[in-house]
């Protein structure tokens, strides 16, 4: 079974034991860094557990996650209720004539609602922090700017990668 690759958006650095480790032979073990001992080396007598599964094999931590899904529940969430809202109380108030509404505008607002739901999601993503020892802000801009930092990053260095590969010449 082969481990999965890092994320376009993963910050450089956090895979470096996995990447040391793809570079050496498939059955040898994982270069120590310089100057590291082993537990009972050091006289502790017993080795640290294995780390949890999600970080050894490259993928986001749970509290990370977590964070993701909440933030993205509340500027996702609350967006496209409304949308969905304007739709069940603009029918109720025109059709008791409580109100005089053209159709288009009842369309508009819901699907303006529903559109900032969907960038909701996005900014909900990018909000949290992806470091899983800090919580972040609570709106959480300074995130987002570092985040999106580090995917338009991953994507410019995917374009240059692809331009840079040698095209394929068969006739």
């Known amino acids: 079974m082969s481990e999965p690759k890092p994320l376009p958006f993963e910050p450089k650095g956090r895979n470096a034991r996995q990447k040391a480790q793809k570079t050496s032979a498939p059955n040898s073990p994982a270069p120590k860094p310089a100057g590291a ?55 109720i108030a025109i059709s008791r004539h409580w109100l005089e509404v053209s159709n288009t505008l009842v369309l508009l607002v819901s699907l303006g609602l529903t559109g900032l739901g969907v960038l909701g999601l996005s900014y909900g993503a990018l909000s949290a922090s992806w470091d899983p020892g800090r919580v972040g802000s609570r709106w959480g801009g300074d995130e987002f700017r570092k985040n999106l930092g580090y995917l338009t990053e991953a994507w410019r260095s995917q374009r240059i990668a692809k331009t840079d590969a040698p095209k394929d010449e068969t006739p």
Do not use: H, W
Request: proline fraction near 11%; aromatic fraction near 6%; charged fraction near 20%.
């Open 37 to 91: 001992q082993s537990a009972k080396k050091r006289g502790q007598g017993k080795a640290a557990p294995n780390p949890p599964r999600e970080s050894r094999m490259g993928g986001v931590p749970p509290e990370v996650s977590d964070r993701m899904v909440r933030r993205a529940a509340l500027f996702c969430g609350i967006p496209t209720a409304m949308g969905f809202g304007s739709l069940v109380a603009s029918y």
